[in-house]
Nanobody, 122 residues
Framework: QLVESGGGLVQAGDSLRLSCAES????????MGWFRQAPGKEREFVAA????????YYADSVKGRFTISRDNAKNTLYLQMNSLKPEDTALYYC?????????????????WGQGTQVTVSS
């Protein structure tokens, strides 16, 4: 079971670190990603990381502000979010796929968490 945490209400320019923990199976061998969905909008890709952590990929909208990382020993995925903007407001989901690298398409991922809300006020 994937469980996200770390969301909250912050002001523009603040930082947050999201976590995604897996309690039932190992992260080893699974690529992971972060996606988000704002009210009235489709789910969109945020960041992806290969199962060893050596390859990362970001949406242009978050590049240079967000950092994805993972700790396989702790079965935990992270998303460090800096310089937050009001347009980052969304429900953030983590997801896994049993492959080396999942990329930016949500259809590549088969296991999803319930999400954690991030709200950025201006």
């Amino acid at each position: 079971q994937l469980v996200e945490s770390g969301g909250g209400l912050v002001q523009a320019g603040d930082s947050l670190r999201l976590s995604c923990a897996e309690s039932e199976r190992t992260f080893r061998g699974y690529a992971m990603g972060w996606f988000r969905q704002a009210p009235g909008k489709e789910r969109e890709f945020v960041a992806a990381i290969s199962w060893r952590g050596g390859t990362t990929y970001y949406a242009d909208s978050v590049k240079g502000r967000f950092t994805i990382s993972r700790d396989n020993a702790k079965n935990t995925l992270y998303l460090q979010m800096n310089s937050l903007k009001p347009e980052d407001t969304a429900l953030y989901y983590c997801a896994t796929t049993p492959s080396h690298y999942g990329g930016s398409y949500s259809s590549n991922y088969d296991y999803w968490g319930q999400g954690t809300q991030v709200t950025v006020s201006s």
